[in-house]
């Protein structure tokens, strides 16, 4: 195995270049063959000086065996010769990467790399090689579609699947997780530390707000002592922002808040391109969960009142977030004993079809038709990054 020094960049690359070209039109055309030409120079000036070169595929795995980089149960499932021809077989399609960004995203996130970060350990053809091999647990007829579908980009696993598998050093193999908070301070600090530890691992987390005390409500009898959900909001990007997979890949996550909540206004407000920096989300993703009943407020440009999380679950012995709310709307309107604070409905989706335009969130998951359409036993609260 040869160990050349790490290519030192003496002026601009020109595969940069290239592909800044891409987006100034010539002639009044895009330059296309620049995109081409940014990938063919960045092959030749930076991922293949900076990939630690084999002389043969055994020596290459036992490499990545003994220091630690692969696992060796998945291999040992397969004989030597036929992982040398699932190998041939990926190289020999001579594949290459139709664009500038999608070769950079795979080499600069998805490859394997030396523990320096410095060198690359794998192609893209080693990655669905490992990929082939893995999931396939030893069937050679399987690994060896896998093999047709990956080269031939008909088929893609998830992005941790894709980059963890195989590795001795991963994460999990799944996308998504689903956290849902109650209310109180135990279960937002479980649910942070939660976060973390999935981050960790390479998982994007869908977060539910809705069963927290909106701004202003009581703590312990006293009113106005509650903070909302915004504060609670910075906490997590503050923890995705900090836990990613080894550096591998940026933590990803979701907090879900129904729209009957009332900090709605102030949850879609983080998003604005001019909020305050002190409550301002730049990296958390944002979703609503909508009930039928917003629609037909909606729909009849009725006002419509949000609940305090905190007195429902008071009322009704269970969080705010398994009420049915086309349901119980009137009976909540007509409690008493909830405190509720009344907006226009059509005004909240004006911000809501504004915010989407100015930054493409919040998500939106129409709860009831999500449920009606469940075929399995219990109640979905959320969606996910996914």
């Known amino acids: 195995m040869e160990s050349p020094e790490l290519v030192k960049k003496t002026k601009e690359d020109t595969y940069f270049t290239l592909n800044n070209l891409l987006n100034i039109p010539k002639d009044g055309k895009i ?26 595929l055994d020596e290459k795995l036992d490499y990545l065996i003994e220091n630690n980089y692969i696992k060796e149960d998945f291999l040992n499932q397969y004989s030597r010769k036929f992982i040398k021809k699932l190998f041939q077989k990926l190289y020999k399609k001579k594949f290459r990467f139709r664009s500038f960004m999608g070769a950079y995203k795979f080499y600069s996130q ?28 030893g069937n050679e007829q399987l690994a060896l579609d896998l093999a047709d ?30 956290l849902t908070l109650s209310d109180d301070m135990n279960s937002i600090g ?9 981050s960790k691992l390479g998982g994007g987390v869908g977060i539910s707000l809705t ?5 202003n409500d009581p703590i312990k009898g006293v009113d106005g002592l509650a903070d909302g959900v915004v504060p609670v909001m910075k906490l997590f990007e503050d923890a995705f922002s900090y836990a990613n997979q080894g550096g591998a890949r940026d ?40 009930p039928d009943k917003y629609y037909e407020l909606v729909k009849k440009n009725d006002h419509m009142y949000l609940f305090s999380p905190h007195d429902v679950e008071k009322e009704y012995g269970k969080a705010f977030s398994y009420i049915d709310i086309t349901k119980e ?33 919040p998500y939106i998951i129409n709860i009831d038709t999500v449920n009606k ?8 609260l959320m969606s996910n990054l996914c």
């Not at 990938?39 to 990939?51: G, M, R, S």
């Not at 998805?110 to 396939?136: G, H, I, P, Q, V």
């Not at 479980?190 to 999935?198: C, D, G, K, W």
């Not at 907090?255 to 002190?278: G, M, T």
């Open 329 to 361: 709307y009137d009976n909540l309107v007509n409690n008493p004993n909830i405190r509720k604070t009344k907006i226009k409905a059509r005004e909240l989706e004006t911000e809501i079809s504004n915010l989407q335009n100015e930054s493409g969130y």
């Open 373 to 380: 359409a469940n075929p399995v036993d219990g109640t979905i």
């Open 149 to 178: 579908e990956f080269i031939n980009q008909r088929y893609q696993p998830a992005t941790p699947s894709f980059l963890s598998i195989g590795k001795s050093r991963a994460g999990e193999l799944v996308s998504c997780f689903l």
């Open 31 to 56: 330059q296309l063959e620049k995109d081409r030409e940014a990938v063919k120079a960045y092959f030749l000036e930076y991922v293949n000086p900076n990939t630690v070169f084999f002389h043969t």
């Open 110 to 137: 998805y490859a394997m790399k030396t523990d320096d970060k410095s060198r690359f350990l794998e192609r893209y053809e080693d990655r669905l090689a490992f990929n082939c091999l893995a999931f396939a647990h």
């Open 211 to 215: 069963n927290l005390r909106g701004n």
């Open 190 to 198: 479980r649910a942070i530390n939660s976060a973390l530890q999935l």
């Open 251 to 290: 933590g990803a996550g979701v907090v879900y808040l129904s729209v009957f909540h009332p900090d709605i206004v102030d949850f879609l407000s983080v998003r604005k391109e001019n909020a305050d920096e002190k409550v301002r989300i730049k990296t958390l993703s944002l979703g609503l969960i909508v």
